[in-house]
């Protein structure tokens, strides 16, 4: 009920109130914050695991509207949570597979007017998606720790693709 809910919002507010409260400990002054996520049965979940996983992300997401926070559980919650896994295990596959390829573009200096090297611009062709821009698979391989083996991708085979190219490049 709407009665419940501010409750819940008080209660919430007045946790996160008192844990940000500046403590002493050992004559230095130490603050730490703290965020909450809220789900509540059974409308978000009826089982443990269910509702700690929604609890979960509506704290993934109060997180990321900053400090001292707190959020309900919703639906697209989950729904985004669900298509950013599918995105990981896709991108996965893709540093295996061969959907990932680097596009050449060409570096001109402004004084000479000559071609003086290339930039490497990652890019994925996804066989179901077509192509997935880096400003959203980017991210997701950070989160997911593969970003260094994508970087390690991207170096080899730019090196491989240069040691191919015409001897003025």
């Given at each position: 009920s709407e009665t419940d809910r501010r409750r819940i919002d008080y209660l919430a507010a007045a946790i996160i109130s008192s844990i940000s409260e500046a403590y002493s400990i050992n004559g230095h002054t130490i603050t730490i914050?703290?965020?909450i996520g809220i789900t509540l049965a059974p409308e978000d979940g009826v089982d443990s695991e269910t509702l700690v996983r929604n609890a979960?992300?509506?704290l993934y997401s109060a997180k990321a509207n900053g400090r001292a926070a707190f959020h309900?559980?919703?639906q697209e919650?989950?729904?985004?949570?669900k298509r950013r896994k599918q995105l990981e295990d896709d991108?996965?596959?893709?540093?295996?597979?061969?959907?990932?390829?680097?596009?050449?573009?060409?570096?001109?200096s402004t004084?000479?007017?000559?071609?003086?090297?290339?930039?490497?611009?990652?890019?994925w062709e996804h066989?179901?998606?077509?192509?997935?821009?880096p400003a959203e698979f980017i991210p997701v391989a950070e989160e997911a720790?593969?970003?260094?083996?994508?970087?390690?991708?991207?170096?080899r085979t730019a090196a491989r693709d240069l040691s191919e190219m015409p001897a003025p490049v």
């Open positions: 914050g703290c965020s979960d992300l509506a309900y559980f919703e919650m989950l729904e985004t949570a991108l996965r596959s893709a540093m295996t597979n061969g959907q990932l390829c680097l596009a050449y573009q060409p570096v001109v004084k000479s007017e000559q071609c003086v090297g290339f930039e490497a611009l990652l890019r066989p179901l998606k077509g192509t997935i821009g720790g593969l970003i260094e083996a994508l970087g390690d991708w991207v170096l």
